[in-house]
């Protein structure tokens, strides 16, 4: 909305008074602002989970060559002296070189054991060509598509040769033997791990790569080119999947430096701590760490896989920060397939970044392929050195004093540090670095409940930081975790995993694979869980269970239904919510659980949800009674029973004030209408028929008393409807209600009176329904056909039906959709019609005779005339068309009806019937009928293919997948409109700092008093006739309703500012509108004399309108005939004159909606809730004209028809609530207003122009005023104590508290003094001394005070 200048400008305000005057705005209810209102009703896009490892891999066999010939140096390498000797920490010079050779290997392989104990391993020492081939083609054969492990230590031969080949022996060891890495790849095979530890290593791991890709182009040309020799040779395998681990470069030579081992990078991946802690004890700082020897190293007690012990606590610490600093360097796909995939490749790779660090302090670069990042730099590592020395500086005392080992900081420091990331951290911000650690520490029972509580808080950060917690591999973690009994794990673990299924629901198998569900099976059934952990633990369940018949049978055998069945009457709501969800998931398409909900009878357990507070549980429980029905097992007369019983109880809530709950019930019923299909065809024909046979009799020879003379008036007088009076089920099951609404008079376009033939009306329910417009053509019944039949509904032939037998159950439903396809929200409206229209087809394609489907195409064209009388289903006569390949030639031949004449004045962009208006396009346009056309020939077109999976499968709302949403967003994350310093609350402050101003400024110029009120400050032609003004409180617009639209001005500036089609039926008008939180984010209601509100939001501000709700508030309006503009003479009786429309009320202080109009109730609709809360019956026979309420008093006052003035005490009966009848008035009550304040007064005035004033204790009138006869409009300022009266003579009269005229309006300034129209209706502003003025010639005015008082 914009900002007023003026109101910027304006002096300061007082700061005491205006805090004050704020806490007011803050303390208001805002009515239609919760997430069902402000989201699209469906779930999140699922991201692509890419952490399960589709192929997890095992090294099984593992290849040990050792080329060493101890005690022979090669040829090609000088070796310092002393040198490097120890190979797997062995001098081979201390024995006999054939002993030291099996010593060196037996020791290789127990290395290599200590990581994969499992794998078959086979040592080759010193071998030929021929023994390296045989071990390697069987090491393969064994593997068949597992991983296989080729370890070379080239250290007793030449260094590999820049043609690709390594060394071996001849059979006497007189010779070096080249081995080509080509022959080596042929017999290894793939997948495939090769560690070369040799000088210029570095050049096999090109030279492999340079043979793979010769491979892979032996192999491309073999697939294309079959006569190709290379096509005849057994197919190389390729070798992409190879992993390679090499000590240096091309060009470097391994470090000789005697302190070391002269298998360095062997000992870094084999041995890692051992090496990481004597290289530790080589760098200068270790000087620092008194009394640490290379000795005392060797003395490290304990065991590598205790954790408890010293050695055991370095290595796990080891382990996380290699495991850290990879998946902060790796990009993600990498470190999944090397440190995820396969454990002997995953400990290879952490002890590999271990090898670069300390290999590169001796100018080597270890080389890998795939290559990864450098990471010898990390900041981990600094961590890492703490660690050791921490460690270490303990040694001394503990090996000779024996003292008690003090366990490392280390991990209880990373958790503060990852802590510290999540309060302190910006929204946009990278990874925390420490996620991996808390993934080891989860490890450790010492930590653990502090690790899963930050754990919970990460994931709580939306469902990015779930799939990076899934990609770092948590997983089988917190699997494994659901078995341990510890009663304080469970709500963290219960939190944890509803955040996993909330975004990757693939687990659910995992879970059930693992007995997972029993876990949360019992934290459902643990009454003295939080209501929010067992809501958590109902939802894991409903994911269990959702299309997944594994689950469902293991949470049957849980006793999940009686669980569930329990807790339906919780107080939280949302476990209200999702325990229905969670049965309704339960039994769908599953009938053993569909059976165990008859016996503990579910269903009527679940009926009391059908009217719960709030809407999204009477979602959930219409959803799970719909899937309750939905079930295609084999009918028994005790299912059928049950499912008319659940269909009866359903159709109760076709006026639910929530469009998300009437929707989940059409769904809900297309389910019965799937499974009884037959018998809904069957009630669909004989609608079909009924419709097409009946018409009314012509008013001549009528004399019902339900029938009033037609009035004559200009042409342009809106055509009437018969309302039809459908209030609820029951009362529509008898013939004699349903012929009242018959009953009623249709004047058509030309103003002469016709024979009413609802076949002539349309009901559009919604800018995209008009019908004729182009996606519509889909449609079998169009929404003629469905209004004329709702109305018709109650005739002849189908009265034997009902009553007769259970068909009245369908014959019901089939009304309650009828009812739901002329919903006023569109996407309601538009599922019923699918509903509605796919039974229409099967319908008439099966009433078909045979011989029509033979010929193939359509033959006969329809009549041009669009509203012949004998219609068939689609409007257009002759006999029905056949199926062709096409699906358009059902509706192709049908003629457009002519589009409604225009007054001349609307804009171009108006709704007509044909064309489409601009701002249609928010209104969904999802109007096909099939999914792609039927696309079977003439002969099977009798039965539509997947027709029943058609309905059954395109139908469904979001409803469950929108409401697993709130688990994936944070929950714990303060909501912005609380967040003291976010955008929402400053825009907010500023609204009501504004407020504040208009209140107090216009409280100035009222105290002053108005002495006159002619200054016309806005003047405009509106693009309808205006039948109702509304200011908005606090900024400068006002609304302008014409008959179907509305109309935003902004009144200082003069500008129009939108102006949308309010998707109201052509013979229904808008007759009351109101701002709703008009003190902070505006919405828009609108109310239509059908008993229709809407409600509209993004208006006026250059967005598109968009409707937040709409429901039907008043469903039984009366059959008068409504709809004839006010400006039909006044003169005539007011009840030919059409009814009040509908009135409503608003208090923003208590979110209650008064409605009423040509009813004899006032109906109060409670919007926090969306439901009717109470009905005050009027007691009255005529309409209600006007309504006013005041929250602090709980009194309502109305002004009816008949003259009298009715006071109710909302807090009584509906028996005793009528504390007042004030009859003073002659005539029909124009306005009844109650002030506001503690002893405010009833001000009513009527036609006759009698102003009375009541006291409300008091019996009769404290005053009387008289003011113009023939009063069409009136309005009474709240504050400044003036009324303005609005004549059918053209002109306004404005009068003060006292009776005395202040101004008489009569001319428009400018427009050479323009006599001033018939007034359609008059508004005053609420605050300021500013009157708006419609009138039957188009114009909109505002009058408001003199200058020097503004």
Not at 115 to 142: F, G, H, I
Not at 757 to 773: D, I, K, Q, Y
Not at 1060 to 1077: D, H, K, Q, S, V
Request: proline share 7%.
């Amino acid at each position: 909305m914009k900002m007023d200048s003026d109101i910027l400008h304006s002096p300061a305000v007082g700061l005491a008074e205006e805090e004050e005057a704020d806490m007011n705005d803050w303390k208001l209810p805002l009515a239609f602002m919760k997430k069902r209102h402000s989201e699209k009703i469906e779930g999140s896009k699922a991201l692509a989970q890419s952490w399960r490892m589709k192929d997890r891999m095992k090294t099984v066999s593992v290849a040990l060559v050792l080329c060493l010939n101890v005690g022979v140096d090669p040829p090609d390498v000088v070796k310092t002296s002393p040198c490097a000797r120890l190979e797997c920490w062995i001098d081979p010079l201390s024995m006999s070189p054939q002993k030291a050779l099996e010593t060196i290997g037996a020791n290789l392989q127990k290395q290599y054991e200590n990581w994969q104990p499992r794998a078959r391993y086979k040592q080759s020492l010193d071998p030929t060509v021929d023994e390296v081939k045989k071990l390697c083609t069987s090491l393969r054969r064994n593997a068949k598509e597992e991983r296989v492990l080729f370890h070379y230590n080239g250290h007793g031969v030449p260094r590999p040769t820049v043609n690709g080949e390594i060394w071996v022996f001849n059979k006497n060891y007189t010779q070096y033997i080249p081995l080509s890495i080509y022959d080596l790849q042929t017999w290894m095979g793939s997948p495939s791990i090769f560690v070369y530890d040799c000088s210029n290593a570095g050049i096999i791991v090109k030279s492999f790569k340079q043979f793979a890709l010769q491979r892979e182009q032996e192999l491309e040309v073999a697939a294309i080119n079959p006569s190709h020799p290379l096509a005849q040779m057994p197919l190389p395998p390729s070798m992409k999947n190879c992993i390679q681990l090499a000590a240096c470069e091309a060009s470097e030579l391994l470090p000789m430096n005697p302190d070391l081992p002269a298998d360095l990078f062997t000992s870094c991946l084999t041995t890692p701590i051992k090496i990481a802690l004597r290289w530790f004890c080589m760098q200068k700082s270790a000087k620092l760490v008194p009394g640490v020897t290379l000795d005392l190293i060797e003395k490290i007690p304990g065991r590598l896989n205790d954790r408890r012990t010293p050695l055991g606590e370095l290595n796990w610490i080891f382990t996380a920060i290699t495991d850290t600093i990879a998946w902060n360097v790796l990009p993600r796909d990498l470190f999944q397939k090397l440190f995820r995939q396969d454990l002997l490749v995953a400990s290879l790779f952490r002890n590999f970044l271990l090898a670069e660090r300390i290999m590169r302090s001796y100018n080597c670069t270890p080389v890998s392929s795939p290559r990864l990042p450098p990471t010898y730099m990390h900041a981990m590592w600094q961590a890492w050195d703490l660690a050791v020395d921490i460690c270490l500086s303990q040694l001394p005392t503990i090996i000779e004093e024996g003292t008690a080992f003090r366990h490392s900081p280390f991990f209880a420091e990373q958790l503060t540090a990852f802590q510290v990331w999540l309060t302190m951290g910006v929204e946009n911000r990278n990874p925390p670095e420490q996620l991996p650690i808390v993934l080891q520490v989860l490890l450790s029972q010492v930590h653990r409940l502090r690790a899963l509580d930050l754990l919970g808080r990460f994931l709580d950060l939306g469902p990015w930081a779930v799939s990076l917690a899934l990609s770092v591999g948590i997983f089988p973690y917190v699997l494994k975790l659901l078995q341990s009994s510890a009663r304080e794990l469970r709500p963290l673990l219960v939190f944890i995993w509803a955040k996993i299924l909330a975004v990757d629901s693939s687990c659910q198998a995992d879970l059930v694979k693992d007995n997972g569900h029993k876990y949360f099976l019992s934290v459902l059934a643990d009454s003295y869980m939080p209501a929010e952990h067992r809501t958590m633990a109902v939802f894991i369940l409903a994911v269990i269970v959702n299309s997944y018949n594994t689950g469902q049978e293991a949470c049957l055998q849980g006793n999940l239904i009686a669980n569930c069945l329990e807790q339906l009457s919780d107080p939280h709501p949302l476990l209200r919510q999702w325990v229905a969800i969670c049965l309704g998931r339960i039994w769908q398409n599953f009938d053993p659980a569909r059976w165990c909900g008859v016996r503990d009878s579910a269903h009527e357990k679940l009926y009391t949800l059908l009217s719960d507070p709030i809407p999204e549980v009477r979602c959930a429980a219409v959803f799970a009674l719909g899937t309750f029905v939905g079930n295609s097992a084999e009918r028994t007369d005790h299912s059928t029973t049950i499912d008319h019983n659940v269909a009866m109880m359903l159709a109760q809530l076709i006026n639910d004030g929530s469009p998300v709950v009437r929707k989940e019930l059409v769904v809900a019923l297309s389910h019965l209408v799937v499974q009884y299909e037959s018998n809904f065809c069957t009630v669909a024909l004989q609608f079909i028929e009924e419709e097409k046979n009946y018409t009314v009799p012509s008013p001549a020879n009528t004399s019902e008393p339900g029938n009033l003379t037609p009035v004559r008036d200009s042409p342009a007088i809106p055509r009437l409807r018969s309302v039809n009076s459908y209030t609820n089920i029951r009362a529509a099951t008898t013939a004699r209600n349903l012929n009242k609404s018959l009953q009623n008079l249709n004047l058509n376009e030309e103003g002469g009176p016709a024979a009413f033939s609802p076949g002539n009306l349309s009901t559009s329910s919604s800018a995209s329904s008009t019908l004729g417009s182009p996606d519509n053509d889909e449609y079998i019944l169009s929404f003629e056909t469905i209004d004329k039949m709702r109305r018709v509904s109650s005739y002849s032939s189908l009265n034997s039906l009902i009553g007769v037998s259970f068909n009245s159950v369908y014959t019901q439903i089939w009304r309650v959709l009828l009812h739901l396809a002329a919903d006023p929200f569109p996407e309601v409206s538009d599922l019923a019609m699918k509903v509605l229209n796919s039974i229409a087809y099967k319908a008439t394609m099966n009433a078909r005779p045979q011989r029509i489907l033979d010929s193939g195409s359509l033959t006969q064209s329809a009549p041009a005339s669009p509203t012949s009388k004998g219609t068939h289903i689609h409007q257009a006569g002759g006999s029905p068309p056949m199926p062709s390949t096409s699906s358009s030639s059902l509706t192709n031949e049908v003629p457009k009806p002519p589009a409604r004449e225009q007054p001349a004045t609307r804009p171009p962009y108006t709704p007509t019937l044909g064309g489409q208006a601009p701002h249609s396009h928010q209104f969904p346009r999802t109007r096909k009928m099939f999914d792609k056309g039927p696309e079977q020939g003439a002969e099977d077109g009798d039965e539509p293919g997947g027709h029943r999976n058609y309905i059954s499968a395109a139908l469904q709302t979001g409803l469950c997948d929108w409401s697993a949403k709130y688990f994936a967003q944070p929950v714990m994350k303060i909501p912005e409109e609380h967040d003291v310093e976010s955008q929402v609350r400053m825009e907010r402050q500023w609204r009501f700092l504004r407020n504040t101003r208009v209140r107090k400024q216009s409280r100035c110029i009222t105290q002053k008093g108005v002495s006159r009120l002619d200054d016309q400050i806005f003047i405009n032609r509106n693009p309808g006739v205006p039948s109702v003004v509304k200011f908005h409180p606090f900024n400068t617009c006002i609304a302008v309703a014409d008959k179907d639209s509305i109309c935003f001005w902004d009144w200082e500036k003069g500008e129009r500012l939108d102006y949308f089609y309010n998707g109201n039926p052509r013979y229904t008008r808008i007759t009351a509108m109101e701002y709703l939180n008009g003190h902070d984010c505006s919405l828009l209601l609108t109310a239509t004399d059908d008993g229709a509100l809407r409600i509209w939001k993004n208006f006026a501000d250059q967005k598109n309108p968009e409707m937040v709700t709409a429901w039907q508030g008043l469903s039984d309006m009366l059959p008068t005939t409504r709809g004839l503009a006010r400006r039909v003479s006044i003169y005539l009786d007011r009840s030919k004159q059409g009814g009040a429309g509908m009135v409503v009320d608003w208090e923003q202080e208590t979110g209650l909606l008064m409605t009423s109009g040509d009813v004899r109730v006032v109906r109060i609709w409670d919007t926090d809730r969306e439901m009717k809360v109470q009905d005050i019956p009027t007691g009255a026979d005529s309409c209600v004209t006007s309504l006013s309420c005041d929250s602090q008093r709980s009194l309502i006052v109305a002004g009816l028809g008949d003259g009298s003035v009715r006071v109710f005490d909302r807090r009584m009966g509906p028996n005793e609530c009528r504390v007042m009848t004030y009859r003073e008035h002659g005539a029909w009550v124009v306005k009844a207003h109650l002030q506001k304040e503690t002893d405010g007064h009833i001000i009513s005035v009527s036609v006759n122009g009698d102003v009375r004033f009541f006291e409300p204790r008091a019996p009769d009138s404290v005053n009387v005023l008289q003011t113009v006869k023939g009063l069409t409009a009136l309005d009474i300022h709240p504050q400044a104590n003036l009324f303005a009266c609005g004549s059918m003579n053209q002109f306004i009269a404005v009068y003060n508290a006292n009776g005395d005229v202040i101004s008489n309006i009569k001319y428009y300034d400018g427009f050479m003094g323009q006599r001033i129209g018939a007034i359609s209706c008059l508004a005053f502003h609420p605050h300021w001394p500013h009157l708006a003025v419609g009138s039957n010639d188009y114009y909109m005015s505002i009058y408001s005070a003199e200058k020097r008082l503004r």
